[in-house]
């Protein structure tokens, strides 16, 4: 590096006074902008709102669930409401939260360039993103949709008298939001990284937004095609997947999962690329393994393309067939365990900081752990038929999404709040909050293990008696969860204007996000960087940047 070039960089220091929050005043200042770092604040509030409201269904089933008795809830409206959560926080929160917020605001930051290679386009995805969430609040507001997320024919095609069309519709929209973002992010790392800032040298979490933009690229499309066909059998009539009218509706179902199993991948693999980050931040050692856990990540991708049959196993599909995907399900188990074992290397003799980013990430390596191995129960092709869609389903998969994705976002968002608002937050009560969500997780959906196991089918609003104390201790475990995703909210947003100074890094962290001002100046760096030490090389980043102690 330059001598002007460190002098610019240090570690340490006050926020600059000029930054990307007051460049510009003015709603239309923040509307029609540019800025990769606005955009992804654009995209917090939105996804924040989005998540509340998906909250907001889950917590009227768990209450509904208290007693056997459908007695708070109508069947029919149980039925929108599971379907309405679905929708909401996959479509409009799990998929879009990593990549749309952290990635949007810190690829550049972390390969050193202005910005992303077509910042228009950026601001396009949110506009779309907004269009298809309003579209789906007017179908919330004007009486919702019943069919379950997976929008199954030929229920949704001809049986559903709701409003399926504006769903799908809605969905269809939200995936032109996803592929653009996808596009933005490959570009971007392809013909903008810094000078020096070769493939190795790259950050894990840039490694996790590739793989997962490579799925959202190919895998959105399918989807995109399958909601239109629905959508036009629907109004029209011709027989894509309605037997009555010569179509097939297993094929709905190959067409769904072929991009909806990948889909757990553009929500999973972002939260590991946050994990890598934040486990060598507070180990302060390099991710042992660094390129088997950035090809890992490439293989997740590629494999999630070949086992979107194994939910198909009890949908007449040949028991060939079931082999050959139970065992590529397996199979795609290799490259996640890769990531979870290295993590633990890393971790191994550690000197570790445990504040509350790790904390989170302690939380999510051990769900996520839960929920990968039950995938694996799922797998075999005997024990997915006696608990196919019963509540092991629902356990497993929130383990996954939300003990794994939500959890990685909750410690990215902690981990590069600094950053973010050059303020820090009350470690306090971060940490209760923490605390609270873990605790509400396991005691939410483990006792749902048992009731799938046992017998208990999903998505009934009545039960048999037998099962009602499980299902209390889930409704006590998510009033407490509740708290716990409430807390940060409030916290994170006094911090903004109480919160004490951050400095430009506050953990003594590497990586190039850590060497300009928080929060950044418009333009990210006020000259060009140029990298000289390898990945997480904690003794290489301080001696090139002159740097003797911990921060």
Same mark, same amino acid.
């Given at each position: 590096?330059?001598?002007?070039?460190?002098?610019?960089?240090r570690?340490?220091?006050?926020?600059?006074?000029?930054?990307?929050?007051?460049?510009?005043?003015?709603?239309?200042?923040?509307?029609?902008?540019?800025?990769?770092?606005?955009?992804?604040?654009?995209?917090?509030?939105?996804?924040?709102v989005?998540?509340?409201?998906?909250?907001?269904?889950?917590m009227?089933?768990?209450?509904?669930?208290?007693?056997?008795?459908?007695?708070?809830?109508?069947?029919?409206?149980?039925?929108?409401?599971?379907?309405?959560?679905?929708?909401?926080?996959?479509?409009?929160?799990?998929?879009?939260v990593?990549?749309?917020?952290?990635?949007?605001?810190?690829?550049?930051?972390?390969?050193?360039?202005?910005?992303?290679?077509?910042?228009?386009?950026?601001?396009?995805?949110?506009?779309?993103?907004?269009?298809?969430?309003?579209?789906?609040?007017?179908?919330?507001?004007?009486?919702?949709?019943?069919?379950?997320?997976?929008?199954?024919?030929?229920?949704?095609?001809?049986?559903?008298?709701?409003?399926?069309?504006?769903?799908?519709?809605?969905?269809?929209?939200?995936?032109?939001?996803?592929?653009?973002?996808? @596009?933005? *992010?490959? %570009?971007?790392? =392809?013909?903008?990284?810094?000078? !020096?800032?070769?493939? /190795?040298?790259?950050?894990? &979490?840039?490694?996790?937004?590739?793989?997962?933009?490579i799925?959202?690229?190919?895998?959105?499309?399918?989807?995109?095609?399958?909601?239109?066909?629905?959508?036009?059998?629907?109004?029209?009539?011709?027989?894509?997947?309605?037997?009555a009218?010569?179509?097939?509706?297993?094929?709905?179902?190959?067409?769904?999962?072929?991009?909806s199993?990948?889909?757990?991948y553009?929500?999973?693999?972002?939260?590991?690329?946050?994990?890598?980050?934040?486990?060598?931040?507070?180990?302060?050692?390099?991710?042992?393994?660094?390129?088997?856990?950035?090809?890992?990540s490439?293989?997740?991708?590629? @494999?999630? *393309?070949? %086992?979107?049959? =194994?939910?198909?196993?009890?949908? !007449?599909?040949?028991? /060939?067939?079931?082999?050959? &995907?139970?065992?590529?399900?397996?199979?795609?188990?290799?490259?996640?365990?890769?990531?979870?074992?290295?993590?633990?290397?890393?971790?191994?003799?550690?000197?570790?900081?445990?504040?509350t980013?790790?904390?989170?990430?302690?939380?999510?390596?051990?769900?996520?752990?839960?929920?990968?191995?039950?995938?694996?129960?799922?797998?075999?092709?005997?024990?997915?038929?006696?608990?196919?869609?019963?509540?092991?389903?629902?356990?497993?998969?929130?383990?996954?999404?939300?003990?794994?994705?939500?959890?990685?976002?909750?410690?990215?968002?902690?981990?590069?709040?600094?950053?973010?608002?050059?303020?820090?937050?009350?470690?306090?009560?971060?940490?209760?909050?923490a605390?609270?969500?873990?605790?509400?997780?396991?005691?939410? &959906?483990?006792?749902?293990?048992?009731?799938?196991?046992?017998?208990?089918?999903?998505?009934?609003?009545?039960?048999?008696p037998?099962?009602?104390?499980?299902?209390v201790?889930?409704?006590?475990?998510?009033?407490?969860?509740?708290?716990?995703?409430?807390?940060?909210?409030?916290?994170?947003?006094?911090?903004?204007?109480?919160?004490?100074?951050?400095?430009?890094?506050?953990?003594?962290?590497?990586?190039?996000?850590?060497?300009?001002?928080?929060?950044?100046?418009?333009?990210?760096?006020?000259?060009?960087?140029?990298?000289?030490?390898e990945?997480?090389?904690?003794?290489?980043?301080?001696?090139?940047?002159?740097?003797?102690?911990?921060?």
């Amino acid at each position: 590096m330059t001598t002007a070039t460190l002098h610019d960089v240090r570690l340490s220091g006050a926020a600059s006074d000029r930054n990307y929050f007051n460049d510009e005043y003015g709603a239309l200042s923040w509307f029609l902008t540019k800025d990769h770092k606005r955009i992804a604040i654009l995209y917090l509030i939105s996804v924040s709102v989005l998540f509340v409201i998906g909250g907001f269904f889950a917590m009227m089933m768990r209450i509904e669930l208290l007693t056997p008795e459908g007695d708070l809830l109508t069947s029919d409206t149980y039925n929108k409401f599971f379907t309405m959560h679905g929708v909401v926080m996959i479509f409009f929160f799990l998929i879009p939260v990593i990549p749309a917020v952290l990635g949007n605001f810190l690829l550049p930051l972390q390969i050193g360039a202005k910005d992303l290679a077509f910042p228009k386009i950026n601001l396009l995805s949110w506009y779309l993103y907004m269009l298809a969430a309003g579209i789906g609040l007017i179908v919330i507001v004007t009486g919702g949709v019943d069919t379950g997320w997976t929008f199954y024919t030929p229920f949704s095609t001809q049986y559903s008298n709701t409003h399926v069309f504006g769903t799908t519709f809605a969905g269809f929209i939200a995936g032109f939001s996803s592929i653009l973002t996808g @596009l933005n *992010f490959i %570009v971007t790392i =392809h013909r903008m990284r810094a000078p !020096g800032l070769t493939w /190795y040298r790259l950050p894990l &979490f840039v490694w996790a937004l590739y793989a997962t933009s490579i799925v959202m690229l190919l895998a959105t499309p399918v989807l995109a095609i399958t909601l239109v066909m629905l959508m036009i059998e629907r109004t029209v009539g011709v027989g894509f997947f309605d037997p009555a009218l010569g179509g097939d509706p297993v094929l709905y179902q190959h067409m769904f999962w072929f991009y909806s199993h990948p889909a757990v991948y553009i929500m999973i693999l972002p939260a590991m690329g946050v994990a890598s980050d934040v486990v060598a931040a507070f180990t302060r050692k390099k991710i042992f393994g660094y390129r088997f856990v950035a090809f890992s990540s490439l293989a997740i991708a590629f @494999l999630g *393309f070949l %086992v979107w049959a =194994h939910h198909l196993f009890v949908a !007449g599909i040949s028991v /060939y067939s079931a082999m050959i &995907f139970a065992f590529l399900t397996f199979f795609v188990a290799v490259p996640s365990a890769i990531k979870v074992f290295n993590w633990t290397a890393t971790l191994y003799k550690a000197s570790v900081s445990w504040q509350t980013p790790m904390l989170y990430i302690m939380g999510f390596i051990g769900l996520f752990t839960i929920g990968g191995v039950t995938g694996l129960f799922l797998a075999s092709l005997g024990l997915d038929i006696h608990v196919t869609d019963t509540y092991f389903v629902v356990a497993h998969f929130h383990y996954v999404m939300v003990g794994g994705t939500v959890m990685a976002y909750l410690a990215g968002i902690h981990y590069w709040w600094p950053k973010i608002t050059g303020r820090m937050y009350p470690e306090w009560w971060a940490r209760l909050a923490a605390l609270l969500v873990f605790v509400g997780f396991n005691l939410t &959906f483990f006792p749902q293990f048992i009731l799938g196991y046992v017998g208990m089918p999903r998505r009934y609003h009545a039960y048999a008696p037998e099962f009602q104390v499980l299902n209390v201790l889930s409704t006590a475990g998510a009033s407490v969860l509740a708290v716990g995703y409430m807390l940060p909210i409030f916290y994170l947003i006094w911090s903004i204007w109480n919160g004490r100074p951050a400095g430009k890094n506050p953990w003594g962290a590497v990586g190039l996000e850590w060497t300009t001002s928080s929060p950044p100046p418009k333009e990210n760096f006020h000259e060009t960087p140029v990298v000289t030490w390898e990945a997480y090389d904690y003794p290489g980043m301080m001696k090139a940047m002159g740097e003797t102690q911990h921060v």
